[in-house]
């Protein structure tokens, strides 16, 4: 027989098929509904975004680990309180950590120190990307697909995640660990992993941040559980990997503590000096720094995740009245498993509701286990909408109807999450990019070249200054006085000794307290500095008490350097500070953004 007869009758039985066609069928992707190498692209498209463009939150990611961090890689710095050897509640392991990775920086061209900056802030929206994708993996895996793409979606769109992925702070590092932690718990596959979990979590809680070990109790307390249910053997298998997990989180500990006793020159476990200042301070503690009402992470996880944080809320009560109502239930998550899930953010949010000082970083370890609950909750409402039965309520909606309300609530999420995005970056740039000039970098305004042993100040805009890895080398920042009266920041020794390098670490310090109280020799006069960093409000002219005058208005002393754009916020209505709303004509006068400008200015001939 003609072979192209046969193939036409092997075709008829079913024993062939056209090559074309056998080529273009597609590899199976198992349980996951994005080939998870997508997964970390998408993941790490929005970490970069981050990395380039979100501003820095908080003042102690620059003073407690950028400066330290310049420090070690570039021999100066500034030194907050906690870094003094009398005080030892931060870990050097941490930031050298850090400091190691920018420092590979300089082995690539055009290196510079703003170089450096970017390039750790890059690695770590890497390193995150990466974390997410375990943890994608993870849920597509422990759970179904529908909540693992649910899951990336409410992280990557949030303006949570903008804030957290690529900052140099601990709680950002421990959201990473914990994410691997949850990663192996949730894993069954080729038997419990209790060890690695612990193992992610505690370094998570010792590099990091020690309270992020709470977020390990769940999936614990899961494990002993299920095995104390078993037989003996079971039992005892637990107990093993229990008892390596531990011995795991103590080498962390060794490890941590060897490198402060080189930094420090002396025994510091600085995990249990965190825990201790936070908890069983005498002097106040982290209360000294403000307090805040319960509502205050309510809102503010609201900003940050809108939808989502309802969603998560919601993610408990939606599945016990899905168990009450639909017990013979679907494809979803066992009972057991569902509680264990969900219980890690309602566990943090209730801890650090309860603390009186609140911040926002606070927050960022829970950030996963919220956008996981969100998508349990959304999986749950899918599965009940998606009743095609028309004896129900749900039946006898049009299936298009139901995906319009659905398409409809996750644009406006997005949109919501991507003007909180655009709003705090086009509000909040200017810290990044007015110190083009000093590098001679700046084509468009004057070319204030900083020179070695200049000074640029900062009055009532210290808590804006984005570190030291934007001036050029051998330019220092200080302080001049301005109406605040709490403790600023000192400056690392500089001093050099014969007992190993870094002296600064371990030299004896002056004028730093735990009790954040001001002292004077933090100051220098204006007249020492060469160039000052200040904000002019032109809706507040009238306001300016005695220690914070107008710089830009001192003609005779100060000429600008370069000037961007900065939100006046005490005179911008709620709404334009919450999301970006566009300069236009048509939107009205109460609910445009008022504008101020953060300015480089230097100091006349």
Same mark, same amino acid.
């Given at each position: ?5 046969? !193939? ?34 998408? %993941? ?49 392991? /941490? ?23 970017? /390039? ?15 943890? @994608? ?33 601990? !709680? ?11 990663? !192996? ?45 078993? &037989? ?23 490890? &941590?503590?060897?490198?402060?006793? /080189? ?35 309510? +809102? ?40 264990? %899930? ?53 039946? +006898? ?60 100040? @900062?009055? +009532? ?141 230097? +100091?006349?001939?």
């Amino acid at each position: 027989m003609p072979p192209k007869a046969a !193939s036409k009758k092997g075709a008829e039985k079913g024993q062939f098929e056209h090559p074309v066609a056998s080529h273009a069928k597609k590899k199976p992707r198992g349980p996951y509904p994005i080939e998870p190498v997508k997964a970390l692209y998408i %993941f790490l498209a929005a970490n970069a975004v981050a990395a380039q463009f979100a501003p820095i939150q908080d003042c102690d990611e620059t003073f407690n680990y950028w400066e330290p961090a310049h420090y070690l890689s570039h021999g100066y710095g500034l030194q907050t309180w906690e870094y003094s050897p009398k005080y030892t509640i931060r870990s050097w392991l /941490y930031v050298a950590l850090h400091a190691v990775v920018g420092s590979l920086r300089r082995l690539l061209p055009q290196s510079s120190k703003v170089a450096e900056f970017y /390039y750790v802030r890059f690695v770590l929206g890497l390193l995150c990307a990466f974390c997410q994708t375990l943890l @994608y993996k993870s849920i597509s895996t422990a759970l179904n697909g529908r909540i693992a793409i649910i899951f990336l979606i409410a992280t990557v769109t949030s303006p949570g995640n903008f804030h957290a992925s690529a900052a140099f702070l601990p !709680s950002s590092f421990a959201m990473y660990m914990c994410m691997l932690g949850a990663a !192996s718990f949730m894993n069954w596959r080729g038997g419990l992993k209790t060890s690695r979990g612990i193992f992610w979590f505690a370094v998570g809680s010792i590099l990091g941040w020690p309270f992020a070990a709470a977020l390990c109790a769940p999936f614990v307390l899961e494990d002993a559980v299920l095995n104390l249910l078993g &037989d003996k053997n079971a039992f005892s298998d637990f107990l093993i990997r229990l008892a390596r997990g531990i011995v795991s989180a103590l080498l962390i500990l060794l490890l &941590d503590s060897l490198v402060n006793l /080189y930094f420090y020159k002396k025994v510091a476990v600085v995990t249990w000096n965190i825990i201790k200042y936070n908890i069983f301070s005498s002097n106040g503690g982290p209360d000294l720094y403000g307090t805040e009402p319960w509502t205050f992470y309510v +809102k503010n996880l609201a900003l940050n995740f809108n939808i989502w944080f309802l969603l998560a809320l919601l993610a408990f009560p939606l599945f016990v009245a899905q168990k009450f109502m639909a017990p013979s239930g679907h494809a979803g998550p066992t009972g057991l498993r569902t509680v264990v %899930f969900v219980a890690p953010f309602y566990l943090w949010l209730a801890i650090f509701t309860a603390q009186p000082h609140k911040e926002e970083r606070f927050m960022y370890p829970a950030y996963p286990f919220l956008a996981l609950n969100a998508a349990l909750s959304v999986h749950t409402i899918l599965s009940a909408i998606g009743n095609a039965d028309p004896k129900t309520l749900m039946g +006898k909606i049009p299936a298009r109807l139901k995906l319009l309300a659905v398409t409809a609530v996750v644009l406006l999420s997005l949109n919501m999450g991507l003007a909180r995005m655009y709003g705090v970056y086009s509000a909040y740039r200017a810290p990044f990019s007015i110190y083009e000039p000093l590098w001679g970098d700046d084509d468009k305004n004057i070319k204030a070249v900083g020179g070695e042993g200049d000074f640029v100040c @900062y009055g +009532k805009e210290w808590y804006r200054f984005p570190s030291s890895y934007f001036l050029p080398r051998h330019m220092h920042a200080k302080f001049i006085r301005s109406e605040f009266r709490g403790l600023l920041p000192g400056e690392f020794s500089e001093a050099k000794t014969g007992f190993g390098f870094w002296s600064g670490t371990w030299l004896p310090t002056s004028g730093l307290n735990d009790r954040n109280e001001e002292d004077a020799s933090k100051y220098v006069e204006p007249s020492t500095c060469s160039f000052l960093v200040d904000t002019q409000y032109p809706e507040r002219q009238d306001e300016l008490p005695p220690n914070e005058p107008d710089y830009m208005e001192d003609y005779d002393t100060w000429q600008v350097v370069k000037c961007e754009p900065f939100l006046d916020v005490a005179s911008t209505h709620i709404l334009a500070r919450i999301i970006w709303i566009p300069d236009w004509d048509l939107v009205p006068e109460m609910f445009q953004r008022k504008w101020g400008r953060h300015c480089l200015l230097q +100091k006349r001939a």
